[in-house]
């Protein structure tokens, strides 16, 4: 399919765009390609041109099998395809603890749409229907694929492990080339799980009769925190002035069982009801300790809350206390007490230099504004899943810093939020939010891709539930117009009539290119007179 456009008035400037091939089976309602800009990005054309086309899919099914049907979806950064269903004709499939194997027809579109040779990732996802309400494991997946150029090589790109539960019905992963997993990612290590052992709360010179409860969070995350509940001993007053309180473990309400990376740091917010009593807290310490090895324990601290009468909630940040040691990935955001003056490093003064000072320009840039664009819902196939109520949404920079607020999310025409439905929702009808501009911050991930995030928090006035399979935020650059599409996955807006969840963009970096020096030739003395 080839889409001509006309640019402004100008009938003799036309631009193209090339999609991709459609392929529709008999229960098909909807397909979606990406379609390339002809002229657009002629270098990014020649040098990383899609040329990869997916061979055969191997599947270890775990110790749990299904007999429902099962399909999968596969995407690189800028388009995807879907298989067929992956069945046999003359033998069972999804059998528990068989190495299944998938090609030629079965692999549907996956067949000749092709994604970029070399690339760091792919998403898979497995899509099952939920006839039998069973669950399924899987082991292992792994792709392989070859370039149209040269059939004989391959490339193979390894997921890992995909759960479902009795009532899921799609799982996704990111799965790494493994020439890519090969290089530069042996350093990383693996995320620090740690669970909260006790929290020890030295109070300030103003004490609370209010109700007091704590909540935890890895840093600058909405997603990953608990609350303790309301924190209270039978026998004393707690939350008094100049006192030291010890909350054990098992007071400690929902935070009891909830791990967190503690490589990310944590927020520890004060809150209590709105009333006549404020409240100081000199330092909240956590003793937080290894789900693996409750010998391994660390400490970080958390200072100065002022809490006024009328504050419901107070948060700071904490850091790794000086008396702690933790080994985190280099891409880890901790930050640690400062040293005392008598364990000070001394720096060693600059050699001096007879010429300026030049520095190597960084590999890539870590931070970038970003614009949104538009969203697109797919909402649950569940009885209940879809909704006749209203709809909003809050979209936030990852730090909070930065937020806007949709009005009521609709479609001119049709019906909106109908289970199965598909819900396009481009920049004109999102209000305040539209060409909204986000500053984000990237971190690296163990694919040596970056991934930034932003946060969404959907708000539905009514009383029925809704359940929606997948939400996207797309956006774009706001230097360069890249892409960049938030994945949200999976939401819930059911009794609190509020979901939040964290969605994530994954891109390559972009290299700085140094400038090359201009060639320089010496040329001989000059000599005057015969010598």
Not at 59 to 81: E, S
Not at 90 to 98: A, T
Not at 203 to 222: P, T
Request: net charge positive; charged share 25%; with cysteine.
């Amino acid at each position: 399919m080839v889409l001509s456009a006309q640019v402004g008035s100008d009938k003799k400037k036309v631009q193209k765009f090339k999609c991709g091939s459609y392929r529709f089976s008999a229960k098909d309602a909807q397909k979606s390609n990406f379609c390339l800009n002809e002229k657009s990005s002629p270098k990014a054309a020649t040098t990383k041109r899609p040329n990869l086309l997916i061979k055969k899919i191997n599947v270890q099914v775990g110790a749990v099998g299904t007999d429902d049907d099962v399909t999968m979806k596969i995407c690189d950064l800028k388009r995807c395809c879907t298989t067929s269903k992956l069945s046999h004709t003359l033998s069972s499939e999804w059998v528990k603890n068989k190495l299944e194997s998938w090609d030629g027809r079965k692999l549907g579109n996956c067949s000749d749409i092709l994604i970029t040779s070399g690339a760091a990732s792919i998403e898979v996802s497995v899509i099952k229907t939920n006839k039998k309400k069973k669950p399924l494991d899987i082991t292992s997946i792994v792709l392989e694929a070859s370039p149209t150029s040269d059939k004989k090589k391959t490339e193979k790109f390894k997921c890992g492990t995909y759960k479902f539960g009795a009532s899921d019905t799609q799982k996704s992963n990111f799965c790494l080339n493994e020439n890519a997993a090969k290089t530069g990612t042996q350093s990383r290590t693996t995320p620090a799980e740690y669970k909260v052992n006790s929290i020890v709360v030295q109070m300030g010179d103003d004490g609370s009769n209010d109700a007091v409860s704590l909540e935890i969070c890895n840093a600058k995350s909405a997603l990953k925190c608990c609350d303790t509940g309301k924190l209270s001993g039978l026998l004393s007053n707690d939350w008094s002035k100049n006192d030291k309180e010890t909350w054990k473990n098992k007071d400690l309400g929902l935070c009891k069982t909830t791990t967190f990376d503690a490589c990310k740091g944590f927020d520890v917010a004060v809150k209590k009801k709105s009333g006549k009593d404020s409240l100081k807290v000199s330092t909240i310490t956590l003793e937080v300790a290894d789900k693996n090895d409750a010998k391994k324990s660390q400490k970080f601290v958390c200072s100065s809350y002022n809490v006024g009468a009328s504050d419901t909630i107070k948060r700071n940040s904490c850091t790794l206390d000086s008396s702690s040691t933790l080994s985190c990935p280099k891409t880890s955001s901790l930050t640690t007490r400062r040293p005392s003056a008598s364990t000070k490093r001394t720096v060693p003064a600059p050699r001096p230099s007879s010429g300026p000072v030049t520095g190597k320009p960084p590999l890539f840039s870590d931070s970038e504004n970003i614009i949104l664009k538009g969203f697109e819902v797919q909402v649950g196939g569940g009885t209940n899943d879809g909704t006749k109520d209203t709809v909003t949404a809050k979209i936030c920079s990852a730090d909070k810093k930065t937020c806007c607020e949709t009005p009521q999310l609709s479609k001119r025409s049709g019906n909106n939020w109908v289970r199965n439905g598909n819900v396009t929702l481009p920049g004109t009808s999102l209000g305040l939010c539209k060409d909204k501009v986000f500053k984000t911050k990237a971190r690296t991930t163990i694919s040596n891709l970056l991934e930034t995030n932003l946060v969404l928090t959907l708000n539905r006035i009514g009383k029925d539930g809704m359940r929606l399979e997948s939400f996207y935020l797309d956006a774009e650059t706001a230097v360069g117009s890249q892409k960049r599409r938030f994945k949200c996955g999976k939401i819930a807006v059911e009794l609190s009539n509020k979901g939040t969840k964290e969605c994530y963009a994954q891109f390559p970096k972009k290299s700085v290119q140094t400038p090359r020096k201009p060639a320089t030739t010496t040329r001989p003395p000059f000599r005057s007179g015969s010598g």
